[in-house]
């Protein structure tokens, strides 16, 4: 008996798999039946989403009594939990329910799961698009394992204003080389396909605009015009799409007097009619209730009836949908049919994850073990981190470290840090597990090498007294290696800044050695562009390794040493000055374009200050040299609709190995309307 309903089990088992295959049509018919045994409460249930106690990203809002919430189906997704193990005693009460719907289990998984990766903007750095999409390959792999389904990644906002915190979840100002890095990092989460059980589903966010917040200050007011909108911002989303983006997360901004979660251009003309996109919307945190002090909604009802018609599916903690859309549908303000259309696409994206198949696929235990201790994984880790280093300046031509350096002093505050290599937006396990520079240059200068560590001061502190230890130290050494920036928590959400230059005392502490006249090297730690220009002017060498992840110690070390000669480019534009932001290359010419210096000669210039940038969008230099020769064109003219292929030859005329990133850079110079130069 047991024999033969293990059988009949087993080929309804590889009926079902066979069918989720065969067809959209089965596919579609399968949510459509279960779509009609749902009560509007069960429907409305699915549009909920809650999340656990692993982090709070804002007010939280959350249920006294989860469990009740899932079992009676008022709950479709939960972020913020994750393990395979509890992910799978959740699942079991979600199977208590009437229908028993699975749920989904989310998670910012934005730059690494157990094994922690550059932060976003330190990968766009690298220029590479297959060490970004291997980066989102293992992040999507370790998630997977331990029970998450979905990541609300990547976020692929264009962004020009170096004081907004969440540049570094990004791939920064420009939108062809964020639209290619959106590309890679969908397929890299997604992998072979969402269900794959080494995979997450993907979400681009934050649809749209949300970079270009007014004075950089997050969660602020988005004006523009429509070309820019579509010819700036607009490209890495649609790039998403068609990398196949399995979902949507609309952005906290208000754009052009609109808030974007109730934004029915964006959500319904753009993103369902323009883009044929047919994937799930989901709000940010609590975004739905915020349509009330925004002032476009008048209460929470109202809120949530005009985010449903806006078009955005899911409610991310800010039980509007759950506590007003029933009402609204049967006064007949909201159409149930309406409702339909986003439940039928919180149902298909559960069972595309195979999740009506299994609900338990990704709770496997072993897997979890497996996957989370591969050390394939901290290997990768290094490599990317390697290709994300940015060597800024190299004028003294310290780096990389002579051998013969035998007395290296090692000074600054972020020197013997190792939560701060992590960065913004990661994962918490054990700080002990990061490397940091200190122990990742113990390890790798040559036998006989002494280190002469001195903190100098804090990250953000005024303390001077440490200066005296840190002049010493220099003073008894060949060269010094200075670790200064920010601390983890200074960037990211809700983390902007209106004085981006080293925090505290730092550019004094920097000041006292450089006295000593030994040679230095800064070492750049930090989660945005920064203004470091009195640095810049004196110190001969500095590396912008910005977060580097759970193996920045080694990674460092390697490049300071020439084990791994650097080949990043910046992705975003570091300034002078605050006062010259927003500065990107893409700017137009204006009628009076800049002259060569700054005097006053009604030319569009400052009369304090150069126009140009301290470090330019692209910038980044080697330990080799590199010579461009017989630049060609296919063409002389190219029509709107032509194509024209560009080619040089690229010789390696330095003494060392090395990697270059070919930039080419395009101008209509007259048109219909003015393009930038």
């Not at 974007?260 to 945190?285: K, P």
């Not at 599916?313 to 609204?328: K, P, Q, T």
Request: aromatic share 8%.
């Amino acid at each position: 008996m047991k024999k033969t309903l293990l059988l009949m089990m087993s080929l309804s088992l590889a009926l079902f798999v066979s069918c989720r295959h065969d067809s959209e049509t089965m596919a579609d018919r399968f949510v459509e039946d279960l779509l009609q045994k749902m009560t509007l409460e069960e429907k409305i249930g699915q549009l909920n989403q809650l999340s656990g106690d692993y982090r709070q990203t804002g007010p939280n809002r959350v249920s006294a009594d989860k469990i009740a919430e899932i079992e009676k189906g008022a709950l479709g997704s939960v972020l913020n939990v994750f393990g395979a193990e509890t992910t799978r005693k959740l699942q079991e009460h979600a199977l208590k329910s009437r229908l028993g719907i699975p749920l989904v289990f989310a998670q910012d998984v934005i730059h690494g799961f157990r094994t922690t990766f550059p932060i976003p903007l330190a990968e766009a750095a690298s220029w590479d698009l297959e060490v970004i999409e291997r980066s989102a390959r293992i992040a999507g792999e370790e998630a997977a394992a331990a029970g998450i389904h979905w990541t609300f990644a990547p976020m692929v906002d264009v962004t020009r204003d170096p004081r907004w915190g969440r540049v570094m979840e990004g791939a920064g100002e420009d939108p062809y080389l964020g639209s290619q890095i959106a590309r890679a990092r969908v397929r890299g989460f997604q992998g072979a396909g969402v269900g794959a059980v080494d995979a997450v589903a993907a979400c681009a966010k934050h649809f749209a605009a949300y970079g270009a917040a007014q004075a950089g200050r997050d969660y602020h007011t988005t004006d523009m015009s429509e070309r820019t909108l579509r010819e700036i911002y607009f490209p890495p989303f649609q790039a998403a799409v068609d990398a196949g983006a399995a979902t949507f997360m609309s952005a906290f901004n208000e754009l052009n007097g609109v808030p974007a979660t109730g934004n029915r251009f964006l959500l319904r003309t753009v993103l369902r009619d323009e883009w044929n996109y047919g994937g799930v919307v989901v709000s940010d945190w609590g975004a739905i209730r915020e349509l009330v002090p925004h002032g476009y909604a008048a209460d929470d009802r109202d809120a949530a009836f005009k985010a449903i018609l806006a078009g955005c599916d899911i409610d991310m903690e800010s039980n509007c949908y759950n506590r007003f859309l029933a009402e609204l549908v049967r006064q007949g303000e909201v159409p149930e049919a309406l409702v339909d259309e986003a439940v039928r696409r919180v149902l298909r994206l559960k069972y595309d994850l195979g999740l009506f198949e299994d609900p338990f696929r990704f709770c496997d235990t072993v897997r979890e073990q497996t996957v989370l201790a591969d050390a394939s994984h901290r290997l990768a880790a290094r490599e990317v981190a390697e290709r994300s280093v940015v060597l800024l300046d190299n004028k003294s031509g310290v780096l990389p470290l002579d051998a013969g350096a035998r007395r290296i002093a090692l000074i600054g505050p972020l020197a013997k840090s190792e939560r701060d290599m992590k960065g913004a937006w990661s994962i918490q396990w054990d700080d002990r597990e990061l490397v940091s520079l200190y122990e990742g240059l113990t390890e790798r200068v040559p036998v006989g090498t002494e280190i002469r560590y001195a903190r100098g001061c804090g990250i953000d502190s005024s303390d001077r007294s440490g200066f005296a230890e840190a002049v010493a130290a220099a003073r008894a050494s060949d060269v010094v290696v200075m670790a200064v920036g920010e601390a983890f928590d200074m960037s990211g959400e809700a983390r902007s800044r209106t004085d981006i230059g080293l925090p505290g005392v730092q550019e004094e502490l920097i000041k006292a050695v450089w006295a000593t006249g030994k040679p230095i090297v800064v070492v750049l730690m930090c989660g945005r562009p920064m203004t470091i220009e009195w640095t810049a002017e004196h110190v001969g060498a500095i590396l912008c390794t910005w977060w580097l992840g759970s193996e920045a110690g080694n990674a460092i070390a390697r490049v300071l040493y020439g084990d791994y000669n650097p080949s990043g480019k910046l992705p975003m534009t570091f300034p002078r000055s605050v006062g010259q932001i927003p500065l990107y290359y893409s700017l137009k010419n204006t009628g009076r374009p800049a002259p060569d210096d700054h005097a006053i000669s009604y030319g569009s210039a400052y009369i304090d200050s150069p126009n140009a940038p301290r470090y330019a969008f692209g910038h980044g230099l080697s330990y080799t040299t590199f010579d461009y020769s017989e630049l060609q064109l296919s063409t002389d003219r190219m029509s709107v609709d032509g194509r024209m292929v560009v080619s040089c030859t690229v010789t390696n005329s330095g003494s060392r190995d090395g990697e270059e990133v070919v930039q080419l850079y395009v101008r209509d110079l007259v048109g219909s309307v003015t393009r930038p130069v």
